[in-house]
C-alpha cells in the first residue's frame, strides 16, 4: 500500500485539477515510509494552517522486480484516488490490471527484453535497466500530458505505450547509438583522441574546449592515459561487456582503460577496464566518455542511480581506493555469499583496506618518502633475522623454529623487543625528516599504542584516515555523549540502524546505580582486579566529593556486574568485570554511532579460503599455514577524554569511593568503534608494509587476528606481520599465539588444507550428549532451548545444510515460556535427531566456488487445481501453499535430473541453476530457513538431497509470462515438447530423505504452535506475568 504522504501529493493533484509527473522515487509504499514526514501549509481560502505529510524519497528500482513492486504503488496510488473521488472523470474505470499490464509492457520483450542479434542468433547487445527506467519516467510523462488534456488515466496509457515517436525518441534511439558505437568504437577511438588535447599533470584527463564536460562528474576519468575512450560498460550487469571485445586494447592484448566508479561509503575508486564499448552510467547525469549522442532528450529524473553505484561485486577492472592513497588495486575485492548474495568481503580494516583484495591484485604507487619509511621497517626486520640466525651454531634455521614455537603455544613473550625498539626509533628519525614528529609527550594520554608513529605511517602512505590518531595521543577520545561521533565514509559504511532508542532530553547531573547482585557476591575479587587497573592507570581512584567537583553535570556513576571467565576452573577467583552503561545509567542511549563497522564472519572466512585455493591451483601445490593471534586489552588500548572519564564511573562496596575509567570499556557503546577504527588503520599499515613479497590473507574480528600463508617461507610473512605490531607497540597476547593447518578461530573450525569450514568435533560431540541427556529427561527448559537455538544458529553459519532444520525449532521456541520445562514434540525430536546425524555427517564443508553462468538446467512451475485429498502435503486447500508446492516441483526436479546428468562427474561442487516464477522461494532459498508450514519441510527435504549430491542450488525468478515452458507443462500442453525427452515419474516412489518420515509430526506440530498463538483457552492457563528469576546461562554452566 502507498504511505500516506504518497497519497497526500496524488490527492492534492486531484484537488487541484492539475496532474504533474511524480518522480518514482516519490511511490513510495507503507513499508518504506517507518516514520512519514509533516509539514504545515496555509489553506489560501479561508487562512488557516493545516498539517499534511510532507514528501518522502526512496531510492530507485534497480531490477525489474523492483520496478514491479514500485509499479503497483503507483496503481493503487491512483485507484484510491478514483475511489475518494469518484466524481473526477479522468479516473473511472481505472483497476490494477491496467498497470500490471504497464509493468508487462516494459518488463517483456517490447522493452526490457529487446535483444539486438548477430547472424547467428547470439546475443550482441541488451538495454540496461537504467534505460528501461528512462523511458517509463516518459511514458509516465505523456500520461500527465494527456490528463491534463482531459484524457482517461486508462485511455492515457494505452495511448503512451502504444506511440511510436515516444518509444524511438527515448528507448530504440538511445539503444541503438550503443549497438553503433559498439561496432564502430574500436576502429573510431584512437581518430577521436588525436583531436583533442589532453591535460596529465594533475593525474585528470579531460578535454578542453566546446563542449567539454560539466556536472558532478566532470572530474572523472573519460579517457585513458595515451586518450582512448573508456569503457563504462564494463561492469554493468545488464550489458554484456566484460572486457574481450577483441579491440586493440583488450587486457588479453595488453591494452587497458581507467574508468571512475563511486562504490561503499562514499569512496571514488578508478576501475580500469576495456575501453570496448560507450554505455551510459547514470540517466539524466551522463557520464559515459565524451560522447552524448544517444541522450535523445530529457531521460528522467536525475536521482536515478546506477546498478554499479550500488553494487561492486560486478567490478572488473583495476581501481583506485581515493584520489590521495597509495594503494591502487588491479581488479576487484574478493567476493562473499551472503544469504544467497554475492558480496564484497570484510577483512577488518574498513573499505579501503588492500586485505579485501587476491594478493596478486594489490598494488601501490610509488612515493619516495614511503618507500625510505617501507625500507626502514624491512630492514629492521631483516636484521632480527640475521641476528637469530647468526645466534645459532648448529645450522638450524633459528627463525623458524621461534615461528613453530610460536605455532605451538609455546611463546610467553615477544621475540622482537630489541629489534623492534630500535628499528621504532630509526623510524621516528625518518619521520623527523619529514616533519613528522612521531615521539611520545609527557602530556600525552597513556597508553600502549604509539598513536604518533602510527599516525606518521599512515600519512606517509597517504591513507584517508590518520589525522585522529595524533588527537587521541593528545587528548583522547570523546565517547559520544554531549559530542557528536564521526563519519568517516572513506573507512566504513554509513550506519543506519541502530538497536536502542535514544535519548534528546538533558542528561542528569549525577547518576548513581547500584551494582548488581552478582558482583557484590564476588565483591573481594572485583576489587582485587580493580586495584591491579588503578597500578596500570587503566582506572583513577577520587573521593565521591572530588568526582562531583570534577565532573559537574557529568558523573554517571553505573553498575558493576561479575561473570566468571571459565566454571569448569580450578580458579574460582576468575571473573570479568562488567560495566552496565546502557541499564544502571542512559550513557548509551545518549551515543550515536555513525559509521558501521564490519567484522569479518564466515562467509568472508569463506571468501579468503576460496581465494587461497585459487593461488593453489595457479601455482601449484605449496604449502600454507594459518597464525591465529590476539591484541592484548584491545578496548582498553583508546583513551578517552577526561571530560568524559566522570560517565564510566563506577563503585565497589564503599559509596565515598568512586572509581572512573580512563580508557575505553566494556559496556560503552563507542568502545568497540573506536578501537575498530585504531584497528582498521593498523592492519592497512602492515599490508602496505608487507606489499607483494611479503603479503599475507589476513581478518580481524575484534582483537582476534587470523593470518594466512603459503610458499617458501611462510613463516617469515607471519613474522613480519607481529613485527609490524611490535613496532607500533601494539600489544599482543602472546600465550595465545598459535597456529596450523587447521585452526579454531572465533569459534568456528577452518582448514587451510583442505579449504573447509565447520565445528570441532568438541562441539559436535556436546550436542549429541546434550541430546541424548534431554531426550532421557523427555523435554528441556525453555531458556535452556532458547540457547541450544542460539548455538545451532552458529552452527548454521557455517554448515549451510543444517539451516533448514532450524526452521520448526524456532517456530516452536516461540510459543514457550522461558522459565517452564516442555515436553519435546515429535517433529521437534525428529529434527534434532536429524541435525545431530547431519553434523555428524559432515562436520566441515569445502567453500564453494562461484558459479559459472551456464545456463538454466531446468524451469519449475505449479499448479493449484486439486483438492487437499489428491495433493501431497498440502495445508487446506493447494492454493493456499502454492509456494510449497512449486520449491515441491523443484525438489522433483533436483531428484529427477540430478542423477547421471552433464554435471554429476565433475570434480567439485557445482552451482545448479534453475528458474522459478514464484518470486517468495527465490527469496527463501537465499536465506534457506523458513518457519512456515510446510514451506520449512519442503525446504528441508530439498537441503538434504543438495548435501548429498554434493550440490548448491542457485533458484532465480523470472515473471510468469517468461517462463512459458513450465506454464504449459503445468497446464498440459506437451505440443511443443519431445516424447521421447519424457521422464515418467511415481511421487509415491520418489526417494524422500526426510518428508516421509516428518510430514505427519511437522503437520500435528505446526497445529499445536497455531493453537498456542491463537487460542484463549492457551493464553488463559498463566495469566500472571512472568516472575523474575535469576538466569544460569548456558555459556557458563555447559561451555561447549
Known amino acids: 500500500m502507498p504511505a500516506n504522504a504518497t497519497l497526500e501529493q496524488v490527492f492534492d493533484m486531484v484537488d487541484n485539477g492539475e496532474f504533474v509527473n511524480m518522480s518514482l522515487s516519490e511511490f513510495a509504499s507503507k513499508e518504506n515510509a517507518a516514520q512519514e514526514p509533516v509539514a504545515a501549509v496555509i489553506d489560501r481560502s479561508t487562512g488557516a494552517i493545516k498539517v499534511k505529510k510532507g514528501h518522502i524519497q526512496v531510492p530507485m528500482p534497480t531490477n525489474a522486480e523492483e520496478l514491479r513492486v514500485r509499479l503497483r504503488v503507483v496503481a493503487h496510488s491512483f485507484v484510491l484516488s478514483s475511489l475518494r473521488y469518484p466524481h473526477v472523470a479522468v479516473l473511472k474505470g481505472i483497476a490494477p490490471s491496467h498497470f500490471h499490464n504497464y509493468a508487462d509492457y516494459l518488463l517483456g520483450d517490447f522493452v526490457l527484453g529487446l535483444h539486438a542479434r548477430d547472424s547467428t542468433g547470439g546475443i550482441v547487445s541488451s538495454p540496461s535497466f537504467d534505460l528501461v527506467v528512462a523511458y517509463e519516467y516518459q511514458l509516465r510523462k505523456h500520461v500527465t500530458k494527456l490528463l491534463n488534456a482531459g484524457q482517461t488515466l486508462v485511455a492515457a496509457l494505452e495511448t503512451s505505450m502504444a506511440d511510436p515517436v515516444l518509444k524511438e525518441r527515448y528507448f530504440v534511439t538511445p539503444s541503438a547509438f550503443r549497438l553503433a558505437e559498439l561496432a564502430t568504437v574500436g576502429n573510431s577511438r584512437r581518430e577521436r583522441s588525436r583531436s583533442r588535447r589532453v591535460r596529465r599533470d594533475l593525474g585528470l584527463t579531460r578535454a578542453f574546449g566546446k563542449g567539454q564536460s560539466k556536472g558532478k562528474f566532470a572530474a572523472l576519468k573519460r579517457l585513458t592515459e595515451d586518450g582512448q575512450q573508456i569503457c563504462f560498460a564494463f561492469n554493468n550487469p545488464h550489458e554484456k561487456c566484460r572486457g574481450k571485445c577483441g579491440s586493440a586494447s583488450d587486457p588479453e592484448a595488453g591494452g587497458g582503460a581507467q574508468r571512475a566508479v563511486p562504490v561503499e561509503g562514499g569512496v571514488d575508486r578508478n576501475a580500469l577496464a576495456a575501453p570496448c564499448a560507450l554505455a551510459s552510467a547514470k540517466d539524466g547525469d551522463r557520464s559515459s566518455g565524451e560522447s552524448q549522442r544517444q541522450m535523445a532528450g530529457p531521460q528522467g529524473p536525475e536521482n536515478v542511480r546506477s546498478a554499479q553505484e550500488q553494487h561492486l561485486t560486478g567490478a572488473g577492472g583495476p581501481v583506485r581506493i581515493s584520489d590521495t592513497s597509495l594503494f591502487c588495486p588491479t581488479s576487484a575485492p574478493m567476493k562473499a555469499l551472503y544469504k544467497g548474495k554475492w558480496r564484497t568481503i570484510n577483512d577488518g580494516g574498513g573499505l579501503c583496506s588492500p586485505g579485501r583484495w587476491p594478493v596478486s591484485a594489490r598494488r601501490w604507487q610509488k612515493s619516495e618518502a614511503w618507500a625510505k619509511f617501507q625500507a626502514v621497517l624491512r630492514k629492521g626486520f631483516l636484521r632480527w633475522v640475521l641476528e637469530t640466525s647468526g645466534a645459532r651454531k648448529d645450522g638450524k634455521d633459528a627463525v623458524a623454529e621461534t615461528f613453530w614455537r610460536m605455532a605451538g603455544g609455546k611463546m610467553t613473550s615477544s621475540p622482537f623487543h630489541g ?142 556486574g561479575a561473570v566468571p571467565k571459565d566454571v569448569q576452573s580450578d580458579k574460582p577467583d576468575l571473573v570479568r568485570v562488567v560495566f552496565d552503561g546502557s541499564y544502571s545509567t542512559d550513557i548509551n542511549s545518549r551515543i550515536k554511532v555513525l559509521d558501521q563497522v564490519r567484522s569479518p564472519i564466515i562467509d568472508d572466512i569463506g571468501a579468503l579460503q576460496r581465494q587461497i585455493r585459487q593461488d593453489v591451483c595457479e601455482k601449484g601445490q605449496c604449502a600454507r599455514f594459518a597464525l591465529l593471534y590476539d591484541i592484548a586489552m584491545a578496548h582498553r588500548l583508546v583513551p578517552v577524554c577526561p571530560e568524559d572519564w566522570g560517565l564510566q564511573a563506577f563503585s565497589l562496596d564503599d559509596p565515598d569511593e568512586v572509581f572512573v575509567h580512563r ?378
Open 419 to 560: 629489534s623492534a625498539a630500535a628499528t621504532a626509533g630509526e623510524a621516528d628519525a625518518l619521520l623527523l625528516e619529514f616533519g613528522i614528529d612521531a615521539r611520545r609527550r609527557p602530556t600525552d594520554q597513556c597508553s600502549e599504542i604509539n598513536f604518533r608513529r602510527l599516525a606518521g605511517g599512515l600519512e606517509l602512505l597517504r591513507d584517508p584516515d590518520y589525522a585522529y590518531l595524533v588527537e587521541i595521543a593528545e587528548r583522547g577520545v570523546r565517547i559520544g555523549v554531549g559530542s557528536d561521533m564521526p563519519r568517516v565514509p572513506a573507512v566504513f559504511e554509513e550506519k543506519t540502524k541502530w538497536n536502542r532508542e535514544f535519548v534528546d532530553t538533558d542528561m542528569e547531573p549525577e547518576q548513581i546505580a547500584a551494582n548488581y547482585a552478582s558482583a557484590r557476591e564476588h565483591m573481594s575479587v572485583v576489587r582485587r582486579q580493580v586495584e591491579e587497573e588503578v597500578q596500570k592507570g587503566l582506572v583513577e581512584r577520587m573521593s565521591l566529593e572530588e568526582a562531583r567537583a570534577r565532573f559537574p553535570g557529568r558523573l554517571a556513576i553505573a553498575a558493576l
Open 663 to 1040: 580508557r575505553g570499556t566494556f559496556g560503552i557503546a563507542s568502545a568497540g568503534y573506536w578501537w575498530a577504527r585504531v584497528a582498521s588503520g593498523a592492519v592497512r599499515l602492515c599490508h602496505a608494509l608487507a606489499d607483494c613479497d611479503l603479503a599475507v590473507y589476513h581478518l580481524l574480528y575484534s582483537d582476534d587476528g587470523w593470518l594466512t600463508s603459503m610458499g617458501d617461507h611462510f613463516w617469515r610473512r607471519m613474522l613480519f606481520w607481529l613485527f609490524v605490531l611490535e613496532v607500533f607497540e601494539i600489544p599482543i597476547s602472546w600465550r595465545k599465539v598459535r597456529g596450523g593447518t587447521e585452526v579454531q578461530w572465533i569459534g568456528y573450525q577452518l582448514s587451510v588444507a583442505t579449504f573447509s569450514r565447520g565445528i570441532s568435533s568438541k562441539k559436535v560431540k556436546w550436542f549429541t550428549e546434550w541430546l541424548h541427556k534431554h531426550v532421557a529427561a523427555g523435554g528441556v527448559m525453555g531458556r535452556d532451548f532458547q540457547a541450544v537455538l542460539g548455538r545451532l544458529s552458529f552452527v548454521g553459519g557455517a554448515l549451510q545444510h543444517v539451516r533448514p532444520f532450524l526452521g520448526p525449532l524456532f517456530a516452536w521456541n516461540s510459543v514457550l515460556r522461558p522459565e517452564k520445562f516442555a515436553k519435546f514434540p515429535l517433529a521437534v525430536l525428529l529434527v534434532l535427531r536429524l541435525i545431530q546425524e547431519e553434523i555428524s555427517r559432515c562436520p566441515m564443508q569445502v567453500v564453494e566456488r562461484i558459479p559459472v553462468e551456464e545456463g538454466d538446467f531446468f524451469r519449475v512451475d505449479a499448479k493449484a487445481d486439486k483438492t487437499s485429498e489428491d495433493s501431497p502435503f498440502a495445508k487446506g486447500e493447494p492454493f493456499r501453499v502454492i509456494a510449497s508446492l512449486e520449491l515441491l516441483a523443484v525438489v522433483v526436479a533436483v531428484i529427477v535430473f540430478g542423477q547421471d546428468q552433464r554435471w554429476w562427474h565433475r570434480r567439485g561442487q557445482l552451482w545448479l541453476p534453475a528458474i522459478t516464477d514464484n518470486l517468495g522461494n527465490s527469496f527463501v532459498l537465499e536465506r534457506f530457513m523458513s518457519c512456515a508450514f510446510p514451506l520449512s519441510m519442503v525446504l528441508m527435504e530439498l537441503s538434504a538431497q543438495l548435501g548429498h549430491m554434493d550440490l548448491h542450488l542457485q533458484l532465480n525468478w523470472v515473471p510468469r509470462d517468461q517462463n512459458t515452458e513450465a506454464d504449459a507443462l503445468t497446464n498440459e500442453c506437451f505440443d511443443e515438447f519431445n516424447p521421447d525427452l519424457r521422464i515418467p515419474v511415481c511421487f509415491e516412489s520418489l526417494p524422500f530423505l526426510v518428508l516421509t518420515q516428518l510430514m505427519q509430526a511437522a503437520q500435528e506440530l505446526d497445529d499445536s504452535i497455531q493453537f498456542a498463538k491463537t487460542s484463549k483457552e492457551a493464553k488463559a492457563k498463566d495469566p500472571l506475568p512472568r516472575p523474575k528469576r535469576r538466569k544460569t546461562s548456558l555459556r557458563w554452566t555447559e561451555p561447549w
